[in-house]
């Protein structure tokens, strides 16, 4: 088979992960007799460097007709410490999402054997979690009017959401929860807001669809809290995008690192494949971020856009391979131990497959 997959590095260490993800991906089609077509594309800072916008015309074409998108990740100190900054490298991405139509963010969250130990949280609270967040991508409070007045001195967010935006996501959330334990969790906060209300009256009135599907609705507040205390409670968790904003970073800890978790953005377009976590800047060029999370979404890639089940499951199996022989970087190496190099673990797994 052949593929053409855009590549978006971005900026900070995304470059650098997203070349490790490339050496597995390239292992993986001459191992199984396939033929990639890489595309580059500039977005975030160096989009803005470059052309002075975070997600260039260009960029959006080499997406639109690729097969599939493979994304490091954006954003820059300078614009960060710029609260004046009128364009950002955050607004990029949103762009992207919008443009694309990726109204669903996929973010699985499980624990490794080896690295049970290395979360912050109790072995016994989290062995055996294996849970899914779907979090709504392309509307609410990121994507509603938002300004100021009295001279600068009060500012708004409006937080808008359609029926229909709400029954798209659900209905991935109700389709994925068919493929697993058919349990799925309704995240809101309807006692205070109205948007949560018609997502919690959107998602009961779908309920009767999917009659093997056992529903539940819980505030946010609270998911917040049972995440950290029994995350194996949960299986498929469906949100807006703030809540899902939080929540996804907050279930990220229960693995031991924001560095091994993959992520989907998914919807009406070609989708794209991203580690969960940001742009590192204070470890650009250094070579020591952590690849797994890059790598990783290469293998959601293979298995939800390709179909190739088999050559997804051969990338995990060497990602756990090396976390057992502790081929890793220095954010998962105990003390006393080497630390690999981000090249080095890249150059392991491939040596490896």
């Keep these: 088979m052949k593929f053409n997959i855009a590549l ?15 050496k597995v991906s390239d292992a993986i089609a001459k191992k199984f007799n396939h033929e990639i077509n890489w595309t580059p594309a500039l977005t975030g800072a160096c989009a803005i460097d470059a052309v002075g916008v975070p997600y260039p015309d260009e960029t959006h074409e080499i997406c639109m ?42 973010r699985p969250t499980f624990t490794f054997p080896s690295l049970i130990d290395n979360s912050p949280l109790k072995r016994e609270r989290i062995e055996g979690t294996d849970l899914v967040f779907l979090r709504e991508l392309t509307g609410g409070i990121y994507f509603g009017e938002k300004g100021r007045r009295d001279n600068g001195e009060t500012a708004y967010d409006n937080c808008v959401y359609t029926r229909v935006e709400v029954q798209r996501l659900a209905k991935k959330g109700f389709e994925l929860a068919m493929t697993r334990s058919k349990k799925l969790c309704c995240v809101d906060k309807a006692n205070v807001l109205e948007t949560s209300r018609l997502w919690r009256e959107t998602v009961q009135a779908m309920e009767k669809d999917y009659p093997e599907v056992t529903v539940s609705y819980e505030f946010v507040d609270a998911v917040a809290m049972r995440l950290v205390q029994w995350p194996n409670s949960y299986d498929v968790l469906i949100t807006e995008n703030l809540f899902g904003d939080i929540l996804t970073d907050e279930a990220s800890v229960i693995s031991g690192s924001m560095g091994l978790m993959p992520s989907a953005s998914v919807g009406e377009h070609t989708s794209l494949y991203e580690p969960i976590h940001g742009s590192y800047p204070q470890a650009t060029g250094l070579n020591i971020a952590n690849p797994l999370a890059t790598i990783l979404s290469a293998a959601m890639m293979f298995e939800d856009a390709f179909g190739l089940k088999d050559e997804a499951e051969a990338i995990r199996a060497v990602v756990n391979k090396s976390l057992e022989q502790g081929i890793v970087t220095e954010d998962l190496a ?10 080095e673990v890249g150059d392991w797994l491939v040596a490896n497959l």
Excluded: C, W
């Design 8 to 22: 978006l590095a971005g900026d900070g260490i995304g470059p650098e992960v997203i070349n490790e993800a490339v």
């Design 334 to 343: 105990p003390k006393g131990t080497k630390a690999y190099k981000t090249s």
């Design 65 to 106: 007709a690729a097969d599939a998108v493979l994304f490091g990740a954006i954003g820059h100190p300078k614009y960060d410490n710029d609260p004046k900054a009128t364009v950002r490298p955050e607004q990029g991405l949103l762009l992207m999402r919008k443009k694309l139509g990726l109204f669903a963010n996929v």
